[in-house]
């Protein structure tokens, strides 16, 4: 069974742009969720969505966005980027059921992303 | 609000040393689930064990074991024989069971393991 995927694997942006990320989720899980991972704050949750809706949102500004399609492929997008939002971004999927705290999560390898 | 607290940053131990990772958790929910995470220098989060609130049985995989205690708010990690594989970053996660809970992890223990 193919993992979790991620693309770009690694991204160099400048400050002001905006960046799209792509994540692919191991078949058959529905839900999806995202993860910054700095050197200071750690692994934070950004957001988690299944179904297309988005469940749970982390604490990030609105220039954090993301969204899912029917086939359970997310992209999140960061706009108006600032040197902070240089991070790896991760994205796990996970089996979706009734208590969905239970179901472990798989992690994509991250997408590095510098901004300067 | 639901906190994880793995209170060692660095630890280093020579090949074949036992080694204990700490885990202290907060949590309100009654029901919630506990995780380990590995994750190499290669970035990938590697998910290593689940444990329920309801289940205080200690697990045995291999080198790998794991102590859960409710009554002390921790879910200890111990490598037995440690090889130089193992060095890797380790985070603690929980996540309760309501509708709007999150993965929440601690600020992971750095293992280096010296041949």
């Known amino acids: 069974k193919a993992g979790v995927t991620q693309t770009p694997r690694y991204l160099i942006k400048t400050r002001g742009q905006q960046v799209t990320l792509s994540c692919s989720p191991i078949?058959?899980?529905?839900?999806v969720s995202w993860y910054q991972q700095t050197p200071g704050q750690g692994l934070q949750f950004l957001f988690e969505?299944?179904?297309?809706?988005?469940?749970n949102k982390g604490n990030f500004p609105g220039r954090f966005s993301g969204r899912q399609f029917s086939n359970s492929r997310s992209e999140m997008n960061v706009s108006t980027l600032e040197l902070g939002d240089s991070a790896l971004y991760l994205c796990?999927?996970?089996?979706?059921?009734?208590?969905?705290?239970?179901?472990?999560?798989?992690f994509g390898p991250g997408t590095r992303l510098t901004v300067l | 609000a639901q906190k994880v607290t793995q209170a060692q940053t660095e630890i280093s131990v020579v090949e074949k040393e036992d080694v204990t990772l700490d885990c202290v958790y907060e949590?309100?929910?009654?029901?919630?689930?506990l995780f380990w995470y590995k994750q190499p220098p290669s970035g990938e989060l590697v998910f290593l064990i689940r444990?329920?609130?309801?289940?205080?049985q200690n697990e045995i995989s291999g080198r790998y074991s794991w102590n859960f205690q409710k009554s002390t708010s921790s879910f200890n990690f111990t490598i037995t024989a440690s090889q130089v594989v193992d060095s890797a970053v380790y985070f603690c996660?929980?996540?309760?069971?309501?509708?709007?809970?999150?993965?929440?992890f601690g600020k992971g223990i750095t293992l280096s393991v010296r041949p």
């Open positions: 796990a999927s996970h089996k979706a059921g009734a208590n969905r705290g239970y179901n472990e999560q798989f």
């Open positions: 078949s058959g899980h529905r839900s």
């Open positions: 969505y299944f179904s297309e809706t988005q469940r």
């Open positions: 949590t309100r929910d009654t029901t919630y689930y």
């Open positions: 444990r329920n609130s309801f289940d205080e």
């Open positions: 996660a929980l996540r309760g069971a309501g509708a709007n809970s999150k993965l929440t």
